[in-house]
């Protein structure tokens, strides 16, 4: 949530896990939210990753398919105009198999549980028209149908207490054309919310970060 401004810390981590990433595989794509750019009311090619040299890594910045040969994944990156984001999904949609993107869609849980009632509807995703759709903004991960939200691959703040479905998922898709989704788990410390000491002093010796609450003695 930097708004395309990076930080030395920011860039730092960013820097050493598209290393990483780029050492395993052969090609990355990566798709810019909201968050990455300067100004919500910005778009297009200018964003956080803009200024990083990735070899393998491909930022698309426009609805785009990619071609898997028997098997076909639309991108469709956070667009501030509604109109556009829904014609880019239409796009897609005609040659497609699976849909990824990044958008708020009424309906999902946001920060704290709270059901969020702005964004998109949940049919200008066309979700019939796929055989899955996976999406970045929300960073409880969920899933309504069809439609997944990943979620945040870590906690970041108090307030993410109790939301212990973080990390990231396997997508794997076998011969039969079926998707697979599998969850890997986050093994980053956690915010935690405790009422005893006891608990306190446990909750910190895993490494977590500890709030008391109503403390018991």
């Keep these: 949530h930097k708004h395309g401004i990076l930080s030395p810390a920011v860039a730092y981590a960013l820097t050493s896990f598209f ?3 780029e050492a395993l595989y052969e090609s990355i794509l990566v798709i810019p939210g909201n968050h990455d750019y300067e100004l919500k009311t910005s778009g ?3 964003h956080g990753l803009t200024g990083l040299k990735l070899t ?3 930022i698309i910045t426009s609805d785009y398919v990619e071609d898997f ?3 076909k994944v639309g991108f469709v990156p956070w667009m501030r105009d509604r109109q556009q984001f829904r014609a880019a999904i239409e796009s ?3 040659y497609a198999d699976m849909l990824i993107s990044h958008i708020a869609v009424a309906g999902f849980k946001a920060d704290n549980g709270w059901v969020y009632e702005g964004g998109v509807s949940k049919g200008s995703l066309m979700p019939e028209k796929f055989d899955a759709v996976f999406l970045g903004d929300f960073h409880t991960r969920q899933r309504n149908g069809n439609i997944y939200y990943i979620g945040a691959p870590d906690q970041v703040a108090g307030n993410d207490s109790g939301d212990d479905a973080r990390g990231c998922l ?3 898709v076998n011969s039969e054309r079926l998707v697979e989704v599998t969850s890997i788990e986050s093994q980053a410390p956690k915010f935690v919310k405790v ?3 006891e608990e306190a002093r446990e909750q910190k010796a895993a490494g977590n970060f500890v709030k008391l609450i109503g403390v018991t003695k």
């Design 69 to 71: 040969g028997k098997y």
């Design 56 to 58: 393998k890594t491909e």
């Design 44 to 46: 297009g090619w200018l």
């Design 92 to 94: 897609v949609a005609d």
């Design 195 to 197: 009422s005893t000491i």
């Design 19 to 21: 290393d990483a990433a």
């Design 170 to 172: 396997d997508v794997r």
